[in-house]
């Protein structure tokens, strides 16, 4: 198939939505990264993504909708807490876990009574799903395990051949995937860290935020996650990745004293030249939310120099630092050096 890539406007606006209506994928800007989008309420077509991402079936996808009234068509009901959330941080990076509507088929939840729900605030997303009159089913548009596409080009490369539209919205301006939360339990549980962080959910809910132990750690084996995507080795570039905890001195000093070919350490913005490796930059030291901006794109720039092995400094675990640290983790296969 031949993989069209259009810029966004009213052309590649009307030709998604086209598409998408005719239970085809489109791969489609966010704030967040870019994603792989279907008609959610239609399973051959949601199906189509889980094909092209090679991703696997246990793994549900996010559905997103551009009006607080198209809400109450994907779920069975809109808990209190869902609404002061949304009114909080909607349009914007939060999924919301609730129990799903008789809509929304299997195929998009993976068989869970639940769906996860957002409401994108990039124009471009919400000019399209406006369009075709359709909640989107749309995971992140890489192929699965490899770091998500922040831009147009990320995606077209991992998806070239196997959709029939990219629609390109430029670079996502935060850079990793939503934060993801469920009120579908007894408790609000953190399932995924990201730009909106535990605290800020907490302020607008009025109560306290448990945090799902497989964002911190790993699964133990035979354990199962509350919420699947965050059991893989996942957001890895073919190079290895080892995570390296210690300040930048004794940072310094691990990569002098371990010399190797083909490895590329990871900086912040200012340590270029003061690294006795090749140096590539990932956002500023004391700003979280450049380090998510950069994260996905260094971690495939490193497969574009053809590193064989990538250091990286150990993010904090608090606040936004907790999304960053979170895929880097995965990325790492959990792969940490106390220094
Ligand atoms: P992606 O869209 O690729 O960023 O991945 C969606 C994330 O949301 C994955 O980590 C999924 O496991 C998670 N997710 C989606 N739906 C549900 C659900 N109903 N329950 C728990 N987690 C979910
Ligand atoms: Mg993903």
Same mark, same amino acid.
């Given at each position: 198939? $031949? ?25 489609? +800007? ?24 090679? *991703? ?12 607080? $009234? ?5 779920? *069975? ?15 914007? +990076?939060? !999924? ?23 409401? +994108? ?25 490899? +770091? ?30 939503? !934060? ?8 609000? !549980? ?6 909106? !962080? ?12 448990? @945090? ?40 310094? *000093?691990?990569? $002098? ?41 260094? @971690? ?38 106390? @220094?």
């Amino acid at each position: 198939m $031949e993989t069209k890539l259009l810029s966004a406007g009213p052309q590649a606006i009307e030709e998604a939505a086209r598409l998408l209506r005719a239970g085809e994928i489109v791969g489609i +800007p966010t704030e967040t990264v870019y994603g792989l989008a279907a008609d959610a309420t239609n399973s051959a077509a949601v199906k189509k993504i889980f094909e092209a991402k090679g *991703r696997p079936q246990d793994n549900p996808l996010i559905v997103h909708i551009s009006r607080l $009234e198209e809400l109450s068509e994907v779920v *069975r009901e809109v808990p209190p807490q869902a609404l002061r959330l949304a009114e909080a941080y909607w349009p914007g +990076p939060l !999924t919301i876990i609730m129990k799903k509507s008789a809509a929304i088929p299997a195929e998009t939840c993976a068989g869970l009574d639940t769906v996860a729900v957002r409401m +994108p605030s990039h124009p471009v997303a919400r000019e399209i799903i406006r369009a075709c009159g359709l909640p989107l089913a749309a995971p992140s548009a890489n192929l699965s395990g490899l +770091p998500s596409p922040t831009t147009a080009q990320h995606t077209f490369r991992d998806l070239n051949g196997r959709v029939p539209l990219i629609v390109d919205g430029g670079p996502c301006a935060v850079g990793v995937e939503s !934060t993801v939360i469920t009120v579908a339990g007894d408790h609000p !549980t953190l399932l995924r860290p990201g730009y909106i !962080t535990k605290e800020q959910l907490e302020s607008a809910l009025g109560e306290e935020v448990a @945090l799902s132990s497989a964002i911190l750690n790993k699964l133990a084996d035979g354990e199962v996650a509350a919420s699947p995507g965050m059991k893989y080795k996942h957001y890895s570039p073919r190079a290895d990745v080892v995570i390296l905890k210690g300040d930048f001195d004794a940072y310094r *000093r691990y990569l $002098e004293s371990h010399p190797q070919e083909g490895a590329y350490a990871m900086c912040y913005e200012g340590e270029e030249n003061r690294l006795p490796l090749p140096c590539i930059p990932c956002g500023r030291a004391d700003d979280p939310a450049s380090q998510a901006h950069a994260l996905f794109a260094a @971690l495939r720039q490193a497969d574009d120099l053809g590193a064989k092995i990538v250091y990286a400094h150990c993010p904090a675990q608090d606040g936004l630092s907790m999304a960053v640290y979170n895929r880097l983790i995965r990325a790492a296969a959990f792969q940490v050096i106390e @220094l």
